[in-house]
């Protein structure tokens, strides 16, 4: 089945960071909200949700994404960025088949996102998943 780039409803890229790499993290931030129309999720300090290393989320219209992912291509300074799609398909194959990895690929807790997937339409799982930076 092939998929039309029209589902994408928006695409989310995950800055992970160590507390060493914070600094970096926190520059890189910056100059993505300066330079692009981007939302800036809240930094979350530890592994939350699927996500198995701190992070914050950057969430991007379509129209935007050969811009911010050219410019996270160069500039990531050795950051690990997930970058997925938002097709209301599912949240576990978003994180997994319909994303790609700037840096290196760190493992994504799918079991999380196929009880998420599981529980759609339920009103914590959405909360959940707000919540927890999917
Ligand atoms: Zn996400």
Same mark, same amino acid.
């Given at each position: 089945?092939?998929?039309?780039?029209?589902?994408?409803?928006?695409?989310?890229?995950?800055?992970?960071?160590? @507390? *060493? #790499? $914070?600094?970096?993290?926190?520059?890189?931030? !910056?100059?993505?909200?300066?330079?692009?129309? +981007? &939302?800036?999720?809240?930094?979350?300090?530890?592994?939350?949700? @699927? *996500? #198995? $290393?701190?992070?914050?989320?950057?969430?991007? !219209?379509?129209?935007?994404?050969?811009?911010? +992912? &050219?410019?996270?291509?160069?500039?990531?300074?050795?950051?690990?960025?997930?970058?997925?799609?938002?097709?209301?398909?599912?949240?576990?194959?978003?994180?997994?088949?319909?994303?790609?990895?700037?840096?290196?690929?760190?493992?994504?807790?799918?079991?999380?996102?196929?009880?998420?997937?599981?529980?759609?339409?339920?009103?914590?799982?959405?909360?959940?998943?707000?919540?927890?930076?999917?």
């Amino acid at each position: 089945m092939t998929i039309p780039v029209d589902q994408v409803n928006e695409y989310h890229a995950h800055v992970y960071f160590e @507390p *060493h #790499t $914070r600094p970096v993290a926190e520059q890189l931030r !910056e100059q993505l909200g300066e330079r692009f129309e +981007v &939302r800036l999720g809240r930094w979350k300090e530890g592994p939350v949700g @699927p *996500h #198995t $290393r701190a992070m914050y989320q950057v969430a991007f !219209e379509p129209e935007h994404f050969d811009r911010v +992912v &050219r410019w996270l291509m160069l500039n990531r300074q050795g950051l690990d960025v997930l970058v997925h799609a938002e097709t209301g398909l599912g949240h576990a194959g978003d994180h997994t088949t319909r994303a790609l990895w700037l840096g290196n690929p760190l493992p994504i807790k799918v079991e999380y996102l196929q009880q998420i997937d599981r529980d759609y339409g339920l009103p914590e799982a959405i909360d959940q998943a707000v919540n927890n930076g999917c």
